[in-house]
């Protein structure tokens, strides 16, 4: 069956920009993860959502951040008045939402701010 | 602080050799670890877990070794081949319906044909 996917997969913007960046997770999927993978680093933990909530947002780095799951599928992370430091790549990941079950990655997105 | 640590950041291997790839983590309340696989472009990719109340998880050539009293686990390939050439991240999670993943910094393996 089909993975999770992610758009777009390369985001280029300017500084102070407005960007949205999709996940469609794996069907059926109820936890649903966003990472950010900054050059040289692992996956930093920033937000998941049990079905349409979000059941822990403290990996947010501040209030310029911002994820919805309005129908508890697509998820969208938002990033208002980006900052050169916001470039990275993210990364989006569901399970099955049951404990010891791995996560499953989609290919990230990777925004490049100027 | 970095609760899971990779000081490895590079690893070179002959091909049908044993690569053994560490992890330390701090947190003792972590009770479910994994190892993903990352190919350049592409997300990680689930290699193998272990949970806490085990010290050992085999899945064909990939072993995960798990010692809770030094928080060390370890990922032994073997015998390594050119393909198992990406980078290796260990994650950690604490007890959680939901598993926050807490990811090292990554290993990059060669294995050399």
């Known amino acids: 069956g089909a993975g999770v996917s992610q758009t777009p997969s390369n985001k280029v913007t300017e500084k102070g920009k407005y960007v949205e960046l999709r996940c469609d997770p794996i069907?059926?999927?109820?936890?649903l993860y966003w990472y950010r993978q900054s050059l040289g680093q692992g996956p930093e933990f920033l937000i998941y959502?049990?079905?349409?909530?979000?059941?822990?947002d403290s990996g947010l780095p501040n209030d310029r951040f911002f994820a919805v799951r309005p129908e508890g599928s697509v998820s969208t992370l938002k990033i208002q008045r980006t900052e050169r430091g916001d470039s990275a790549v993210y990364l989006c990941a569901s399970s099955p939402g049951l404990a010891g079950h791995e996560q499953f990655f989609g290919p990230g997105t990777r925004l490049t701010v100027l | 602080d970095q609760q899971v640590k990779q000081n490895s950041p590079s690893l070179s291997v002959q091909e049908g050799r044993i690569s053994i790839l560490n992890c330390d983590y701090t947190?003792?309340?972590?009770?479910?670890f994994l190892w993903y696989k990352k190919y350049p472009a592409e997300g990680p990719t689930f290699l193998i877990s272990i949970s806490s109340i085990k010290d050992k998880n085999e899945d064909g050539r990939f072993t995960v070794f798990l010692n809770k009293s030094a928080k060390h686990l370890s990922l032994h390939i073997v015998p390594s081949q050119p393909g198992d050439s990406a980078v290796y991240f260990c994650?950690?999670?604490?007890?959680?319906?939901?598993?926050?993943?807490?990811f090292g910094s990554g290993t990059k393996l060669n294995v050399k044909p």
């Open positions: 994650a950690a999670s604490p007890p959680s319906v939901f598993n926050k993943f807490y």
């Open positions: 947190n003792s309340m972590f009770d479910y």
């Open positions: 959502f049990q079905g349409t909530g979000a059941a822990d």
């Open positions: 069907s059926g999927h109820t936890a």
